[in-house]
Every structure is written in C-alpha cells, then in structure tokens.
C-alpha cells in the first residue's frame, strides 16, 4: 500500500507541524516515508508547501509526479488549486473554505469556489471556526488532519490521533487536549 500527499497552505499555518505529526505516525507503524518540503516565502505568507510519501514498499524519490497525488491536504483553498495537476484522477482534497488573502490579485471567491465544486472529491470546512469551538483557534491545522484522516488510509486514524499526542506533549497537558479535541472535531466533520 502507498499514499503520496501534498500538504499546502501559506506560511505560518501549520503545515509542517501536519507533516511531523503524519510522520511520528508512520515511523510508529513501521511505514515507509518520505517527505521533500518547499518553503518558499514562508515567513512572508508566501507557499509552503510538502510532498509526503507513505508506503509499506521502499520509496525512491522523495518527490510527487504530477497525476499520481492521492491527496492534497490544504489550508488554503486557492493552495489547493494550484496543486491540482499532481492529483490522481481517483485522488481526494481536503481543504479549508475560508481563503487566506495575502495578495492583490487574489481569485474571487465564487470563481474559486466553483472550480473547487467542480472537482469530484472536495472535502472542505471552515477549520479556524472548528478550532476556535475546540478551544483554540491555533489548532486549525489539527482540525484539517483530522478531517484527513480518513483519506490518509495508510497510518490509522487512532495512530494520528496518538502522534497529535505526542508531537505536543512537551507544550503540557492543555494543549495536548484542545489538539486531540480539534482533531477529534475534523474528524467528526468529514463523517
């Protein structure tokens, strides 16, 4: 079995934090990974973006070839577009709705909004309001791997749930169950 992901967004989302946590879950469950990540103009709100590849077979590349993405995980849905060319005709995107505008020539939202429809595996949700209910508006990159969860196939759910764990537990107990709250969230959302 494999899985190959591109994580997506804008710089200070959270991005990289999902990959570490996908990636404490795959070392756990003895699955192959490997990650190349692009950080652009990170510190700017500018793309960040992060190939991830998950399989129980070695993997030789660290890179995704365009048409063979089986997921884009994506905190912005803009940044979910622009990655479509590496989904798989069967692949799946899992999206925020809220746009992030960091430049002026930004789509309009009903055209973005209308192309994302028009694909025909779109999960998205407004994660910073689920965030915000699970008690922390920071954890809204928890949310969207929640809702992920179920795509990522390869590494169980419960698995991600106990890397959310343990990725945070150095930052106390609080903040470990507000994470697992908005993950348990994201999850329930995408049911």
């Known amino acids: ?3 190959d992901i591109i994580l997506c967004g804008v710089g200070g989302q959270g991005i990289l934090s999902i990959a570490t946590i996908i990636g404490e879950a795959a070392t756990r469950a003895d699955v192959n990974l490997k990650q190349a990540e692009v950080h652009g103009m990170s510190q700017r ?20 070839a365009q048409g063979s993405a089986d997921l884009i995980i994506s905190m912005e849905p803009m940044e979910a577009l622009r990655y479509l060319p590496y989904l798989s005709k069967d692949g799946v995107i ?52 929640g809702m992920a969860a179920k795509y ?23 903040i470990v169950e507000s994470n697992l709250k908005a993950f348990d969230m994201g999850a329930e959302a995408a049911q």
């Open 1 to 3: 079995m494999k899985k």
């Open 45 to 64: 709100g500018g793309d960040v973006q992060s190939n991830l590849r998950l399989s129980t077979e070695p993997i030789f590349s660290d890179l995704i």
């Open 94 to 145: 899992v999206t925020s709705n809220k746009p992030f505008v960091n430049i002026p020539n930004y789509p309009e939202e009903e055209s973005l909004f209308q192309e994302l429809a028009s694909l025909p595996n779109v999960v998205q949700l407004d994660i910073e309001q689920v965030a915000k209910d699970a008690g922390s508006a920071r954890s809204a990159n928890v949310v969207l791997l």
């Open 152 to 174: 990522i196939e390869i590494v169980s759910s419960d698995a991600l749930r106990n890397a959310v764990a343990t990725i945070f537990a150095r930052k106390g107990e609080k």
